[in-house]
Every structure is written in C-alpha cells, then in structure tokens.
C-alpha cells in the first residue's frame, strides 16, 4: 500500500509542478507551458503531459459512508516524427491502474489516419470525450454497455463536417473504470456528421455499430457505480456464461447555441448464448449545460465530438449542468433490474489546466431481487490538474 501511494504521490508532484511551471519557459528546445514539458528538434517532438484527478466522496443508501482517493493518476508520453507520423502511451496509476493509450498512428493523407494498439473503440460520443473536459465526475450508466479501450486497428476519414470510423478489435491491455475488459473480439464503427459548426455553436449526429464474437470459455458482464467509483455498484449483472454474439448500436446528437449546449445517447445491446436465452439490455441519457461566465462551447471536426469550453478569463470560468440516465438491464431471462440517475453539476475551471468539480447525484435502482427498491444519495467533489 505504501508503495502504491508513494507511485500517486510521484506521479501528482510531477503533475503539479509542470502545470505550476507556467509562465511558458523554453531554452535549447525545451518548453515548459499549460501543454506540459516538451523537446522539440527538427520534425521531432517529445511531449510529456498528465492527469491528475483527486476525488472526494460521500454517500447515503442503506447506510451511509464517506471516502476520499486518487480517481485518475496518469501520466502521458507522445512523440511526433514530422506531419505522418505519432505514437502515444499513458499509463495510469490510481484506480484500476494499467495502460491505458498505446499506439502508434499514420496520416498518410490530409484527413486520413490509421491507428493501432491500444485504443479506444469508435463508438461513444462519451468514450471519445476526455475524461479531462467530461461535464460531470463520472460517464453516464449508459457507459456500461459501451466499449471504451480495445487492441487493435482503427482507420479514420475525417472533412470539416464528418468523421467515418472503424476498425477491428480484442480486449483491452487493461480493466477500466471498473469494468472488465473481456469483451470478445470483433469490429467497430462510427459516423458522425455536423451540419452546423462554428463560432456560435454546432449541431452533431452520429451513428454506431459493434460486433463482437466470444470463444466458448469467455464470459462477460456489465455494471455501473451511482455517480462515483468510490461508491459500490448501483447495478451489475454480475458474470454472463455462455456468450457467443454480441451486438450494439448506438445513437447521438449534440446541439450548442454559445454558451448553451444539450447531449445525448442511446445505446441498445444484444447478446446471444451457446446455452441459454439471449439477453436485451439498453441505456440512455440527456444532459444539458450551461457556461454562467459566457464561455462557448467547441467542437472538434477530427474526433466528431464536442470537446469542452473555451476557457480564456483570467478569473475562469464557472458552468452548471444537470444530466438524467437509465440503464435496463431488465430482461425475463436474466433480470438484473432497472437503474436511474439525476446529476446535478457544477464546475469551476480555474484555468485551462486547473478545474474543480461538484456533483450531486440521486440514484434508484428497482430489482425483482430486492426489496425494497434501492436508493442512493451520493456528493462528490474532484480536484483536477490536466496538462
């Protein structure tokens, strides 16, 4: 344990003294700034960046408890050779530590890119947003049935106003947010498409689909915490035996009008057994958010996904936001119930680097198993550093 802590606490002093740093210095091509410690010589450059996520929580269901721990403790290593070519590796410390980004990239044309490695999967409008410029603490329950990482290859074909994705891929290198990694092995895709994008706002649509296939001995399961990992599950299905086919489909739309900006998802799973009946799960949310200090909202073309706000106020900037989620894992034949969440939010970005969050999070489960319903009452604060 103290091993562990004394890894965090490297990893947090490092964090903190780069971004600390700023004022940008630099001296025989290396700088110092708000993009973290970088060596730049000819066409290449060496870049190390971080995160620093430091989460408190407390929380109120069948008895009540408090917590406090490092939610993220990453450190980030990216290299660019010239315009073609990139490769990146993170790896994380707190929480289910492991690798997470490690892969190398080719754009062989304008607009045109192909990854492999450790990568995550074309499918979420959530998974695609960094958890560095995510609205609320955690993603939304719908994130349980999403794929998040996974080894192998992706290629993307991106224009000002669409992105089209897809690739085949295995488990990741490592659990996630507190999920398994296990999830068969098969292809990926995702399309987006922005009809309005610009100063004043943008307009998002995208579409997904995913196949995964499972050799006889693998299993899989899907669970999602009530609004922070330092509180227990809200809900799981515990361990699925038998899986052979897997099949999801996602939807999503994003709308922002200055410093106004609504989302939202839909995500349905199905998964087929060598020798039991097939399962129906699906989830959904809608969030809205609004930048109180007048901020707008961005988007990025590449990635077809908003990608936070614009912070330039020398004060920062303070936004309030209010999401509600469900996630059904109902099905007759292996009922795990149905779970809801409202997340009211609200955060302070100090600078581009520093911000602090707030969240309040009402949760209720409802499961043929207990009795009575369950229900969750869950604070939770972050302090986070990201460069």
């Given at each position: ?7 965090l ?10 971004v ?9 091509g ?22 620093l ?17 490092w ?11 010239g ?7 993170d ?6 530590d492991?690798?997470?980004n ?12 192909i ?18 410029d ?21 290629a993307?074909v991106?224009?000002?106003?669409w ?16 999920q ?14 922005a009809?309005?994008e ?7 649509f ?17 669970s ?7 509180a227990?599950?809200?809900i ?5 035996g038998?899986?052979s ?28 057994r ?18 109180v200090?007048?901020?707008r909202?961005?988007?990025s073309?590449?990635?077809?996904s ?41 955060n ?17 489960h ?11 009452d869950?604070?939770v ?7």
């Amino acid at each position: 344990m103290k091993r562990r802590q004394s890894k965090l606490l490297a990893v947090g002093a490092a964090t903190a003294c780069l971004v600390l740093a700023a004022p940008a210095t630099a001296k025989d091509g290396i700088a110092v700034d708000a993009d973290g410690l970088s060596f730049e010589e000819g066409d290449v450059e060496l870049t190390l960046g971080g995160r620093l996520h430091l989460d408190a929580v407390t929380y109120d269901a069948q008895t009540s408890d408090s917590d406090a721990d490092w939610r993220r403790a990453r450190l980030e290593f990216s290299a660019k050779f010239g315009d073609v070519f990139d490769v990146r590796v993170d790896r994380e410390f707190a929480g289910t530590d492991g690798w997470r980004n490690v892969w190398a990239r080719i754009r062989p044309a304008d607009g045109v890119e192909i990854k492999g490695g450790n990568v995550i999967v074309p499918f979420s409008l959530e998974d695609m947003q960094s958890s560095n410029d995510m609205t609320f603490v955690e993603r939304s329950l719908t994130s349980a049935l999403t794929p998040k990482f996974g080894l192998g290859a992706v290629a993307k074909v991106s224009d000002d106003h669409w992105t089209i994705s897809g690739g085949y891929f295995g488990d990741a290198l490592d659990d996630e947010d507190g999920q398994a990694k296990e999830r068969g092995r098969g292809f990926a895709g995702r399309a987006s498409f922005a009809p309005i994008e610009g100063r004043r706002g943008f307009l998002h649509f995208a579409l997904a689909y995913e196949h995964r296939s499972f050799h006889s001995d693998e299993t899989v399961s899907f669970s999602s915490s009530p609004g922070s990992l330092l509180a227990p599950n809200l809900i799981s299905t515990g361990t699925i035996g038998s899986p052979s086919k897997m099949d999801n489909f996602g939807g999503e739309f994003a709308y922002a009008r200055k410093s106004f900006q609504v989302q939202g998802q839909y995500v349905k799973s199905k998964l087929k057994r060598d020798f039991d009946p097939d399962l129906d799960y699906d989830g959904w949310y809608l969030q809205g958010s609004w930048m109180v200090t007048g901020e707008r909202y961005r988007y990025s073309s590449s990635m077809g996904s908003p990608s936070g706000p614009r912070i330039r106020k020398k004060g920062g900037a303070i936004e309030l936001a209010a999401r509600y989620s469900e996630l059904n894992l109902d099905d007759a034949t292996l009922d795990r119930g149905k779970a809801k969440t409202i997340t009211l939010g609200a955060n302070w970005y100090i600078n581009r680097n520093v911000r602090l969050m707030a969240n309040y999070v009402r949760s209720e489960h409802t499961d043929v198993l207990l009795s009575p319903d369950s229900a969750v009452d869950l604070g939770v604060a972050r302090f986070q550093i990201a460069f």
